[in-house]
C-alpha cells in the first residue's frame, strides 16, 4: 500500500464514537502499524485554539464555517499530510461530514458554500473510510445528560440534532461505499462488533 489509510469518525454528540477510536487504534497497532488518532476542530496547535471559538465563543454560521475550515487547512498540512505520507493510519475523530452536518443540517447554512470550501482546502484529500455513529437523537440527548456541561453544539435542541443527522444521511447517501453506518444504539460490543466486521470487509490490514 503507498500511503496510509485516513479513517474519520462522525456522528451527533452523545453518539459514543471517542471509546472505539481507541478500540481501532489498538486494532490497527495489533496488525502491526503506525497509528495517528486526532480529531477536529483541532490536532494542531493553531486548529485546538480555533476549536476554543468554535465551541465557546457566540458567532454566526457563517464564521463557523470558516472556522472550521481554516482549523482543518493547517491540520491538513501540518499533521494529516504528512502521516499519510509516511504509511500512517490516521483516525479523526470528526472530518469535514461534521460541517456539512452541523453548520449546513443543524444551522441551515448554505451547502454550495461548504462545498466550495471543501474543495479549496482539501484539494481532493478525503477519508477513506467514514465511520457514522447513527442513534436517535433523542437516545443521544438522555447520553449527554450525563455528562459534563454543554458547548454550544451539545446545548442545542432535539430538532437542531435531528437536523444533523439528516445531514449526515445526505453525505452517506451521497457516498455509500465511503460509508460505513454503525447502529449506535446497540450495547457497546456490539457496536465494536459492526465496526471490526466493516474494516475487515475493506482488507486494508
Ligand atoms: P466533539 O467532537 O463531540 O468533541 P467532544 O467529545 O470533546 O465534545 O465536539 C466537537 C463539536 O464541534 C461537535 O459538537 C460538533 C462540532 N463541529 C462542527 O460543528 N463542525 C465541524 O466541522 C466539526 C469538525 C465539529
Not at 479523526?92 to 452541523?102: E, L, P, S, V
Request: net charge neutral; hydrophobic share 45%.
Amino acid at each position: 500500500m503507498s500511503g496510509g489509510r485516513f479513517i474519520s469518525f462522525e456522528g451527533i454528540d452523545g453518539a459514543g464514537k471517542s471509546s472505539h477510536i481507541e478500540a481501532l487504534a489498538a486494532w490497527v497497532r495489533g496488525r502491526g502499524h503506525e497509528v495517528l488518532v486526532t480529531r477536529e476542530p483541532g490536532g494542531t496547535p493553531l486548529a485546538e485554539r480555533l476549536r476554543e471559538l468554535v465551541l465557546h465563543a457566540p458567532m454566526d454560521a457563517l464564521t463557523e464555517a470558516l472556522l472550521v475550515f481554516a482549523a482543518r487547512r493547517d491540520h491538513l498540512a501540518q499533521l494529516i499530510e504528512p502521516a499519510l505520507a509516511r504509511g500512517v493510519t490516521v483516525l479523526c475523530d470528526r472530518f469535514t461530514d461534521a460541517t456539512f452536518a452541523y453548520q449546513g443540517g443543524g444551522r441551515g447554512f448554505d451547502l454550495a458554500v461548504l462545498a466550495q470550501l471543501e474543495t479549496w482546502v482539501q484539494q481532493g484529500r478525503n477519508p477513506d473510510m467514514t465511520i457514522w455513529f447513527d442513534l436517535p437523537a433523542a437516545t443521544a440527548a438522555q447520553r449527554r445528560a450525563a455528562v459534563r456541561a454543554p458547548d454550544r453544539f451539545e446545548a442545542q435542541d432535539q430538532a437542531f440534532f435531528e437536523r444533523v443527522i439528516a445531514g449526515y444521511q445526505a453525505r452517506c447517501t451521497a457516498e455509500p461505499q465511503r460509508f460505513a453506518r454503525i447502529a449506535a444504539a446497540e450495547e457497546r460490543t456490539v457496536v465494536w462488533a459492526q465496526i471490526e466486521a466493516e474494516v475487515q470487509r475493506r482488507a486494508w490490514w
